[in-house]
């Protein structure tokens, strides 16, 4: 980079490694051309890379870069726009000539020794086009050329030669079935691919402005204990001044409907509330370029409506992109929708009215079709060896929230009376927050009441008879993956509780039979969770407990999901489920609002 260009200051925003990291890409005219900041506050923060280095920069200098942790090809910083080119190896070393080019990275030059920048490709400066609107004002221009990645242990691309470009303020919609590569494509946009992720990486990514990013696991953004200070991270890190940054931070709060104060604890919000957290945190930073990976899908229809007000609101001028699933509500507010099939091919890319003219895409909720009916699903991979009335019984539960600085009580039950009985699927809804996840762990012996009756009570059982009793599929499905092999996943807890499985018949049945060598946490949002599903209940167990199970799916997978659920439940199962989805199987539904049963 040229150090005589104007100042810049972009934002990678925010981070999806697990580590509930975020880092800020900016560059400038003294000193340094670029510099990595870490997910600290304000100013005085060092300039390493917290995500992927230790705190010791120098340490970098003569360390080795793991085969895991390949160099990026493709970088677009988020700022006056940049490219880079080049291809991605699937593994760095520390050669002469490699640590030579590195020191010619932008990253290098600020004293970063960061795994991620090692071997770059050629950095390049260019002026923005204007825009087809006639509005070269605008910043926020998005471009992809020749976009391949195929992720670490993987043998075919998930993006395979992807030519994509959005103008300035323009809305695009991203469908495709689960699986197609729609969220890879916003972490291309961000750089994340060959840094965050490991794998290997080719073509052109250009993104003209500041880019933020809301990640389809809201878990992914946290990065702060309080919410009045998870929000403030991104503001804080444009410099913006303590009256500018808490204005926003209120405003934002007020926007997607987050009806708590700012030394609230993040870690004592339901799923519903972080992703509207998470959403807070990309409205006060009011970015050029907005990407939203499935903002309402863990959302009731109220507080959805208000999420999509809020994006639409901040987003005004700016270019938006959303990969959403269930795409009818969005429709009426963008510009375009681009379809794309397997390997991030793009099938159609059209205007809605065209869109609305055209087939149904494969896979896609396409309005108008009649609903998709459950798969059925053979009694033998479903059918449990016993099952019992759960009931619970006035039950109060009150939830501790600890952190190094404090703790915090949450009422999220009070009174709770309801029963689920063998051979239906009784639906947990109401909006987020209610207690919905609470109460399926109360029945499953994973949560203690403070008060109140549990039948039976499993909290004394030992870890091996609670899981071949209980099948539990948690919110967040990283939570219950226990191994790094698709295949080894669904057959663990059946190893475990002296029952055989077919893991193959499973792995087909859920679509994930092409995945069957793959590492659970590298897989999409959507597949992630049906495979928390089959090692759940694999085993057939009595007792199934799922929470938001068809979040993420499209209308084929969303059936195998669905059938699966509706044939443990005729099998004899005990089936409780918590939804926001009005589609999902039942047989009863307990509607909960503040802890409490209201129908």
């Known amino acids: 980079m040229d150090s005589s260009s104007a100042s810049l200051a972009p934002r990678w925003s925010p981070s999806w490694s697990r580590r509930r990291s975020r880092c800020s890409w900016s560059a400038g005219r003294s000193g340094a051309s670029a510099r990595w900041r870490p997910a600290s506050s304000r100013a005085s923060a060092p300039s390493w890379c917290s995500p992927c280095c230790s705190t010791d920069a120098s340490a970098w200098s003569s360390r080795p870069s793991p085969a895991r942790w390949p160099a990026p090809s493709s970088r677009s910083t988020s700022g006056s726009r940049t490219t880079t080119t080049g291809t991605c190896p699937t593994s760095s070393s520390t050669s002469a000539s490699s640590r030579s080019r590195a020191r010619s990275s932008p990253a290098s030059a600020a004293g970063c020794w960061c795994r991620a920048w090692l071997a770059p490709g050629c950095w390049?400066?260019?002026?923005p086009a204007a825009s087809k609107r006639g509005r070269s004002d605008l910043r926020g221009r998005v471009r992809t050329r020749g976009l391949t990645w195929r992720p670490l242990g993987r043998r075919r691309p998930t993006i395979a030669g992807l030519d994509l470009d959005v103008e300035p303020g323009e809305r695009v919609l991203l469908v495709g079935a689960s699986g197609a590569g729609k969220s890879t494509v916003l972490h291309a946009l961000v750089g994340a691919l060959g840094s965050t992720y490991a794998g290997d990486l080719s073509g052109e990514v250009e993104v003209d402005g500041r880019v933020g990013l809301l990640v389809q696991n809201p878990e992914d953004a946290l990065v702060a204990a309080h919410?009045?200070?998870?929000?403030?991270?991104?503001?804080?890190?444009?410099?913006?001044?303590?009256?500018?940054?808490?204005?926003?931070?209120?405003?934002?709060?007020?926007?997607?409907?987050?009806?708590?104060?700012?030394?609230?604890?993040?870690?004592?919000?339901?799923?519903?509330?972080?992703?509207?957290?998470?959403?807070?945190?990309?409205?006060?930073l009011r970015p050029d370029v907005l990407l939203l990976d499935e903002p309402t899908s863990m959302l009731d229809d109220a507080s959805a409506a208000r999420v999509r007000d809020a994006v639409l609101a901040v987003a005004r001028d700016r270019t938006l992109l959303v990969v959403e699933h269930r795409l009818e509500p969005w429709l009426p507010h963008v510009d375009r929708v681009v379809v794309l099939g397997p390997g991030a091919v793009v099938v159609q890319d059209t205007d809605v009215a065209g869109f609305l003219a055209g087939p149904p895409p494969d896979g896609v909720w396409f309005p108008?079709?009649?609903?998709?009916?459950?798969?059925?699903?053979?009694?033998?991979?479903?059918?449990?060896?016993s099952s019992a009335v759960h009931a619970l019984a006035g039950v109060d539960v009150?939830?501790?929230?600890?952190?190094?600085?404090?703790?915090?009580?949450?009422?999220?039950?009070?009174?709770?009376?309801?029963?689920?009985?063998?051979?239906?699927?009784a639906a947990l809804v109401g909006p987020s927050g209610s207690g919905k996840s609470t109460a399926l762990g109360v029945?499953?012996?994973?949560?203690?009441?403070?008060?109140?009756?549990?039948?039976?009570?499993?909290?004394?059982?030992?870890?091996?008879?609670?899981?071949?009793?209980?099948?539990?599929?948690?919110?967040?499905?990283?939570?219950?993956?226990?191994?790094?092999?698709?295949?080894?996943?669904?057959?663990?807890?059946?190893?475990?509780?002296?029952?055989?499985?077919?893991?193959?018949?499973?792995?087909?049945?859920?679509?994930l039979a092409h995945l069957r060598e793959a590492n659970p946490y590298r897989l999409s949002g959507g597949e992630q969770r049906r495979l928390a599903l089959a090692a759940a209940l694999a085993h057939r167990p009595g007792t199934v407990l799922l929470d938001e199970p068809t979040v993420g799916q499209d209308r084929g997978t969303w059936s195998a999901v669905a059938g699966w659920v509706r044939a443990a439940a005729d099998a004899g199962a005990t089936v409780a489920l918590s939804t926001h989805d009005d589609l999902a199987p039942r047989d009863v539904e307990v509607r909960l609002d503040d802890g409490r049963v209201v129908a």
């Open 368 to 385: 108008g079709l009649p609903d998709p009916e459950p798969v059925p699903v053979p009694a033998p991979l479903v059918e449990p060896a």
């Open 398 to 425: 009150v939830l501790r929230a600890r952190t190094l600085r404090g703790s915090q009580l949450t009422q999220a039950l009070s009174g709770v009376d309801l029963a689920v009985r063998p051979g239906e699927v």
């Open 124 to 127: 390049t400066r260019s002026v």
């Open 227 to 284: 919410v009045g200070r998870d929000v403030a991270f991104g503001p804080e890190n444009l410099g913006l001044g303590r009256d500018e940054t808490w204005a926003r931070v209120d405003a934002a709060l007020t926007a997607v409907g987050l009806d708590v104060d700012r030394e609230h604890l993040t870690v004592a919000l339901s799923g519903g509330e972080k992703q509207r957290l998470a959403l807070a945190g990309q409205v006060a």
């Open 443 to 511: 029945l499953g012996g994973l949560v203690r009441p403070t008060s109140g009756t549990v039948t039976p009570d499993l909290r004394r059982a030992r870890t091996r008879e609670l899981a071949a009793l209980v099948g539990w599929v948690p919110q967040n499905p990283e939570h219950g993956f226990v191994t790094t092999r698709v295949a080894d996943e669904v057959g663990r807890t059946s190893e475990r509780v002296g029952r055989t499985v077919d893991v193959d018949a499973v792995l087909e049945l859920l679509g």
